[in-house]
């Protein structure tokens, strides 16, 4: 063979070689596993981490930027007097099970959603509707008792997305949705299973075919499965102390990012030695934020000293307020009658953060004459249980990641057990302000209250630490709102 006819052979070998398709497969790690598949009727954060934007949609949805755009309302009008506000929904879209999506469908959800029997957990974001009117199938009429200038932010969150009469009844175990992304499989303890919808009414939007979330509580657990490439990303990896030697690895990316997490040590208010603010005062004065942010998070976060997103325009600085002082906290427990000690509890979810805040409290309080009992506590079934409903606790850790839910602290029966009733009026008054800048003037004096008060020990805002593949693209580096919303991710190669 010439040297000619060489060339052309082996170029046109080249030339036949397919070329190399990217992935459409995902496999994303999560600490915690749902107990169940539908937002819209139990409180847990796992269960809007897997579902929504990915199996359910709202009317409006919170992008990466926490700005609100449209989703299934293509478009929107309010009246001058901030009571009415008219929808114009999508066409075509259609439920994961065939079924049409039209104005009964949000009718359906939103009266589900604030019927007096409903388990939703944030009840309060209908509770201003007066009435809502479906003239024609595209169109949604939404009559408000009183103005909510929260109420378009509010119906991004997963406790409004939009679920059918045909199949709410079971969206907790096979939920159905106009998502994205239809429902596979569930194997319990390990994994949920997503398929793309081919029928989705933004299909060009999506490029992955299959998506699996994985769960893995362990924090070295986790770390070896991005190693090994048994998952391809975790949004919220559990070890801080590790996240800097994937910052150094080419084949990741490592991000860290904000959420809005307010992670907090809640306090039983109306039980003693918490029905006193100046044992809480105490206990607030024996903690020293940046250490325990250091020893918890490897430095990641950011001190809080009220309940407010330091994200949130709104946010003022309290951390002063009530200040590291371990002899301030000596006396206020000594004038409170407990000069000789105290002994009390914590139930400490099995969270990383959660578990290594928890011991460093407990050092903490020893040194001011508190001994403080760690009960490893099971998150979400147990804690639920006995924490948020039954209020069968002393102290215990959480973080709240809800974006502006300041309001819990103004609940009825709230698992805080807090009562002040100026708080309650003024988070009242904020929900009905239209005006920002009036109503953020009033959450600044709700976060002073919150601050003075005391009613649980306000620690830090929990880090959004994310490590996935180098490859991938589209992942949310910041939480305005707690999703793991993989519509716009993809492989590039």
């Known amino acids: 063979m010439t040297k000619r006819l060489l060339t052309a052979a082996l170029l046109l070998s080249v030339?036949?070689?397919?070329?190399?398709?990217?992935?459409?497969?995902?496999?994303?790690?999560?600490?915690?596993?749902?107990?169940?598949?539908?937002?819209?009727?139990?409180?847990?954060?796992?269960?809007?981490?897997?579902?929504?934007?990915?199996?359910?949609?709202?009317?409006?949805?919170?992008?990466?930027?926490?700005?609100?755009?449209?989703?299934?309302?293509?478009?929107?009008?309010?009246?001058?007097?901030?009571?009415?506000?008219?929808?114009?929904?999508?066409?075509?879209?259609?439920?994961?099970?065939?079924?049409?999506?039209?104005?009964?469908?949000?009718?359906f959800a939103?009266?589900?959603?604030?019927?007096?029997?409903?388990?939703?957990?944030?009840?309060q974001i209908f509770a201003p509707i007066e009435s809502i009117e479906t003239p024609d199938p595209q169109t949604v009429v939404i009559k408000l008792k009183n103005p909510s200038g929260n109420f378009l932010t509010y119906l991004g969150w997963g406790d409004a997305v939009i679920v059918a009469p045909e199949t709410a009844a079971t969206n907790a175990s096979n939920p159905v949705g106009t998502g994205p992304f239809k429902f596979k499989t569930w194997t319990r303890g390990d994994r949920v299973e997503l398929t793309k919808n081919p029928d989705y009414w933004q299909k060009d939007k999506v490029k992955l075919e299959n998506v699996t979330f994985r769960f893995i509580s362990d924090a070295q657990a986790q770390v070896a499965a991005l190693r090994a490439g048994d998952v391809d990303a975790f949004p919220n990896l559990g070890a801080p102390e590790l996240f800097a030697e994937f910052q150094k690895d080419n084949r990741f990316?490592?991000?860290?990012?904000?959420?809005?997490?307010?992670?907090?040590?809640?306090?039983?208010?109306?039980?003693?030695?918490?029905?006193?603010?100046?044992?809480?005062?105490?206990?607030?004065h024996a903690i020293d934020r940046k250490t325990l942010i250091e020893g918890a998070y490897s430095g990641f976060g950011t001190p809080i000293g009220s309940f407010f997103s330091p994200n949130h325009p709104a946010y003022v600085d309290m951390t002063g307020a009530v200040p590291y002082d371990p002899a301030k906290a000596k006396a206020l427990l000594k004038?409170?009658?407990?000069?000789?000690?105290?002994?009390?509890?914590?139930?400490?979810?099995?969270?990383?953060?959660?578990?290594?805040?928890?011991?460093?409290?407990?050092?903490?309080?020893?040194?001011?004459?508190?001994?403080?009992?760690i009960i490893p506590t099971e998150f979400p079934a147990k804690w639920i249980e006995e924490v948020f409903k039954n209020k069968d606790y002393d102290v215990t850790i959480v973080s709240h990641t809800e974006p502006l839910d300041i309001d819990i602290f103004a609940r009825d029966n709230y698992y805080f057990n807090y009562k002040n009733d100026k708080f309650k009026q003024l988070i009242a008054d904020a929900a009905k302000t239209t005006d920002e800048k009036a109503r953020f003037a009033k959450y600044a004096e709700a976060q002073k209250i919150l601050a003075e008060d005391v009613p649980a020990l306000f620690l830090f805002q929990l880090p959004k630490l994310g490590v996935w593949n180098a490859k991938l693209q589209g992942l949310w580096e910041n939480s305005p709102i707690p999703v793991n919303d993989v519509t716009e991710v993809s492989w590039t190669e």
Not at 38 to 54: G, H, S
Not at 55 to 73: C, F, H, M, N, S
Not at 97 to 107: I, L, N, P, Y
Request: a neutral charge.
């Open 15 to 107: 030339s036949v070689i397919p070329a190399f398709a990217a992935k459409t497969s995902l496999v994303v790690g999560m600490p915690i596993e749902p107990p169940g598949l539908d937002p819209t009727v139990a409180a847990p954060v796992a269960i809007r981490e897997v579902t929504l934007a990915n199996l359910y949609e709202g009317l409006v949805r919170i992008d990466r930027t926490g700005k609100v755009q449209p989703l299934l309302a293509k478009s929107w009008e309010v009246s001058p007097d901030g009571l009415t506000y008219t929808f114009r929904l999508q066409e075509g879209v259609k439920f994961h099970d065939g079924t049409t999506f039209d104005s009964a469908d949000v009718k």
């Open 335 to 373: 004038e409170a009658g407990y000069g000789d000690g105290l002994s009390i509890t914590i139930k400490a979810p099995q969270m990383a953060y959660a578990s290594r805040s928890a011991e460093l409290i407990a050092a903490m309080l020893s040194e001011v004459g508190v001994e403080l009992k």
């Open 110 to 123: 939103f009266d589900r959603a604030r019927d007096p029997k409903s388990t939703n957990a944030q009840k």
């Open 253 to 284: 990316k490592a991000v860290a990012g904000n959420t809005e997490g307010e992670t907090v040590a809640g306090m039983n208010n109306t039980k003693k030695p918490f029905d006193d603010v100046r044992v809480r005062r105490a206990l607030m």
